[in-house]
């Protein structure tokens, strides 16, 4: 359903699979940050996971946009990527660091009722975490890839 929400958004088939590439590979910080802390996949874990996602798609979100709109000014496709990560990564920053600083204490444990949230929490952080660092670095070379043809067509013209 995301998908084919943003693909209506984008009008483009592509850019939608670049954004959603960063989810499986928020699971793997789930999934590892759930392991080193001994914590089990249950009901709170997945809710973790579904807010995950959404700030997930988010972040990927800021950083494809400001790329295309960078690339279809007539920048060229590195420039614009470059400049896409640049101007995006204090609001990507940002989000992912309020939503850990804020979950932290249910993570630890801290505070009335805590541990029933706990895992709802590490899996947050532990995706965010692993999603973040993801987004900035393997997002801009998928979208290089998919756009790589256009670029060329681009420069020669």
Request: include cysteine; proline fraction near 4%; charge should be neutral.
């Amino acid at each position: 359903m995301v998908y084919m929400v943003l693909a209506c958004q984008y009008e483009s088939l592509r850019d939608p699979l670049v954004v959603m590439l960063s989810v499986p590979f928020a699971a793997i910080g789930v999934i590892l940050t759930l392991y080193l802390t001994g914590t089990t996949l249950n009901v709170q874990s997945y809710i973790g996971c579904v807010m995950l996602e959404g700030i997930v798609v988010n972040n990927a979100i800021l950083l494809v946009d400001q790329a295309g709109r960078l690339f279809s000014s007539g920048m060229g496709l590195e420039d614009s990527l470059t400049e896409a990560a640049r101007r995006r990564l204090r609001p990507i920053m940002m989000t992912t660091l309020t939503t850990i600083l804020g979950l932290l204490p249910l993570a630890l444990g801290i505070g009335e009722g805590a541990e029933a949230q706990a895992p709802l929490a590490r899996a947050v952080i532990g995706g965010l975490t692993a999603s973040t660092l993801i987004t900035l670095v393997l997002i801009p070379v998928v979208y290089a890839i998919f756009h790589s043809r256009e670029s060329k067509a681009r420069q020669k013209a």
